[in-house]
């Protein structure tokens, strides 16, 4: 790609796109393609990635910075201030430094971003007026609480014998591709309730929060109405019904956290001294934020194409 190409829209629509049509993964294609699954799990996991960067932080979580699990099986102040205080560094870190780094220091200017139009600095749609106020607001005070409650629930449970830890000697083949799989639970439960709260009574009550964000920021990811906070991490409760390791629940909720920020950059990608640091953000889901009615799932099962509310990005290219 010219790199003097990143500085001009790419068209009326998107000052940049990724090629298009914005596709599926390999998982679910027809006939099965074993090769390309193959390939497509090796690039995304054995090299630098977002998804090799959660697992990485999960090991660093559950080696480094938790206490035992016997320490846990009890609730105590101790360990549950230590962790409050961990993710909301954490959150600060991720979400906060990559707001900072794409809307504050306007570190690559429009090099890979999606929508042509800046964050709303004044808007009524917004609590307090404001897209990044609003955006903090939802996130921290309703979704990293309703995180931390989900995570104390799972670490106690485990900690207390609720959940038996699987080990990696209990199946070492099971203990790897379970985190992989995971990715794949997770697209199944969100496609799910994401439809239903896109049902217009429950769109108007809850899901509109989220919606504000025509052109979402990192900060939009996880910012949600409480109720969706509280299905949305419903998820992590699959822990207590497949066999699951704590290191597992920590992939998963950094998937879910981190993640959902990291999709909801609105750029692309993060581009250092003219070099690609990391891919974040997700088209995909870019397209369903501006137009609504799409893209309900995400690109690991094609549930969009399956039910006729795939948007593959190149409709309205003008
Ligand atoms: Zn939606
Ligand atoms: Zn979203």
């Given at each position: 790609m010219n790199e003097n190409n990143l500085d001009k829209p790419m068209n009326k629509q998107w000052f940049w796109h990724p090629k298009l049509p914005v596709g599926f993964y390999p998982y679910f294609d027809w006939p099965p393609k074993p090769k390309e699954i193959f390939n497509f799990v090796f690039l995304r996991w054995l090299q630098k990635s977002d998804r090799t960067i959660f697992l990485l932080l999960s090991f660093m979580t559950f080696y480094l910075l938790m206490p035992s699990l016997d320490t846990m099986s009890t609730l105590s102040f101790d360990w549950i201030s230590k962790l409050i205080i961990r993710n909301l560094i954490?959150?600060?870190?991720?979400?906060?430094?990559?707001?900072?780094?794409?809307?504050v220091k306007k570190g690559q200017d429009m090099k890979f971003k999606y929508d042509p139009h800046p964050m709303k600095k004044k808007s009524k749609l917004f609590s307090f007026g404001s897209q990044t106020y609003d955006n903090i607001f939802w996130s921290v005070v309703s979704g990293v609480t309703i995180w931390i409650l989900y995570e104390i629930l799972l670490l106690w449970s485990f900690g207390n014998g609720k959940i038996d830890v699987f080990y990696f000697k209990d199946g070492w083949f099971w203990f790897i591709i379970w985190f992989p799989l995971l990715q794949i639970w997770q697209s199944f439960h969100f496609y799910?309730?994401?439809?239903?709260?896109?049902?217009?009574?429950?769109?108007?009550?809850?899901?509109s929060v989220h919606?504000?964000?025509?052109?979402?920021?990192?900060?939009?990811?996880?910012?949600?109405?409480?109720?969706?906070h509280v299905i949305y991490f419903s998820t992590l409760l699959i822990h207590f019904i497949i066999p699951s390791h704590p290191l597992h629940v920590f992939y998963h909720i950094y998937w879910l956290v981190l993640g959902t920020v990291s999709t909801h950059a609105g750029y692309e990608e993060i581009w250092v001294r003219r070099k690609s640091l990391l891919q974040v953000g997700s088209f995909f889901h870019q397209i369903h934020h501006r137009y609504f009615n799409c893209n309900y799932g995400n690109p690991e099962i094609p549930f969009d194409?399956?039910?006729?509310?795939?948007?593959d990005g190149t409709e309205e290219i003008k």
């Open positions: 954490l959150f600060t870190i991720v979400a906060g430094g990559l707001h900072w780094w794409f809307y799910w309730w994401h439809r239903f709260l896109h049902i217009p009574i429950f769109y108007k009550l809850f899901h919606h504000r964000n025509v052109n979402p920021g990192p900060l939009s990811g996880l910012s949600m109405h409480p109720v969706e194409r399956w039910f006729g509310s795939y948007n």
